[in-house]
């Protein structure tokens, strides 16, 4: 509870300060993305010459984290080591920078979203992930990892970097239908600037390893057992290591029985399962020894169930969570259109519109069009008021005129029945007038629709995982159909 509340109040600071349109250094806030145990990640632009821009993510402390050292040392670690990974299964560090908001790290921007959010959308859409597309997103964090654990020196000289905090939440999927590994804030290496408090875990408790939770020594094994925690609960839709409160999650990670993957689903192969119980070994000497291993035989036990391709997860990806991620989009183009026009507040306001505009008809329109008919009728009005009033000064014109020669022949009576019907022509050009004028603009009063945040809470029903028959085995299928319904409703929102 103290976490959540912690994490609360440091992103509202930031959001109080770190605008849209906040420049850092060469780079520009666009608008928040999700916010963690000790940073919030925008979404910014890097700026450079002749219009140069380019969509970025930026991590920026919360402040009491940038206020103790060890977090800061921890941050910098990030930065230096994970800059160091060159492989298509981790996101690129870009840049690491000190601003008056304190040390930020920039990366590239992922268009997709988390695998955590991607299971939160599949319990609000009721569509268990499918096995293949679990496995695609596994196989391709494991080479992540593989890519991690074998990095070097520059002396050639092994590094032995853990990333320790592998789970849904790290594992970003892209549009392009590539996972990729991401936040190694608490990896431990040997090169580390920093060290830890003797005794302090470090991680999510229902994502650890069971020499990890009683601060044993670590290795690369660590992550193969996180990984396999990864592909149990993607394969069975249902938390592994489940607790009302830290002390219970801890003990069922030591002590309580793990269960094997067909005992809660058994249309699965028993080859996939011999993989994860392998995988989730609490004797790490009878773990897969290395990320690369456990890639290679979770690939073999799951040539019958259909690997997903990258095409397929992309496919997938889009249909689940296209609206989230097309909803960040527009908030992008928004911002870039206001920032071209009318800069600072006014380009917060362009921003906020779009953002109005994504909550109301996020399935029929695009923000630009909404933001240019807005323009368009806001062009208008000057014009009809003008027309408006040239017909008012024409009508006074022709008063006037009539009075004059009316006034020449000195007859009051008819000076006064003229000037009546004057009146009357003067004041039904004016009601015409005031009919064509278009009425008031009431969309900016449109309440925002903000991103999912990984801290907040929304329980939601979950049915069961069925994990889809192989194409052509006839075994399988049968199996497959009389899977049994799990007993326990996978929460990811407890993640």
Known sequence: MWYDFAVN????????????????????????????????????????????????????????????????TMFLDEARLAARIRHPNVVPTL?????????????????????????????????????????????????????????????????NLVHRDVSPHNILVGVDGVARIVDFGIARAEERIGTTRDGQVKGKLAYMAPEQSTSDPVDRRVDVFTAGIVLWECLTGRRLFRGQTDAEVLRNLLEKPIPKLREVSPGYPQALEDVCARALNRDRDERFDTAAEFAEELEKASEGLGIATPKQVSAYVTDIAGEVIDGVMRRVRAFQEGAKVTPGAAMQKSLQLAENADSSVRATTSAPSILGQQEVTRSRRPFVIGIGAMVLVLVGAIVATITLLIASQSSKTDRQTVATSAAKTATTATQA???????????????????????????????????????????????????KPTSTAFNPESM
């Open 9 to 72: 109040q440091a992103l509202s600071a930031l959001e109080r300060t770190v605008l849209p349109g906040t420049r850092l250094g060469r780079y520009e806030i666009i608008t928040h993305l999700a916010a963690g145990g000790m940073a919030t990640v925008f979404l910014g632009r890097a700026l450079g010459a002749a219009g140069f821009h380019r969509l970025v993510a930026i991590k920026l402390l919360h402040p009491h984290v940038a206020a103790d050292q060890q977090f800061t």
């Open 433 to 483: 007038t005031t009919a064509t004028a278009p009425p008031m603009d009431s969309s900016e009063t449109i309440s925002i629709t903000d991103l999912p945040r990984a801290n907040e809470t929304h329980p939601r029903p979950f049915q069961p995982h069925k994990p889809p028959p192989p194409p052509t085995a006839t075994a399988t299928t049968t199996a497959t159909a009389t899977a």
């Open 95 to 159: 840049d690491l920078q000190h601003g008056s908001e304190g040390p930020y790290l920039v990366m590239e921007f992922v268009e997709g979203e988390s695998l955590l959010g991607l299971l939160r959308q599949t319990v609000k859409a009721n569509k268990p992930m499918p096995a293949g597309i679990a496995i695609r997103v596994v196989l391709d964090a494991l080479h992540g990892l593989h890519a991690a654990h074998e990095l070097k020196g520059d002396l050639g000289e092994p590094l």
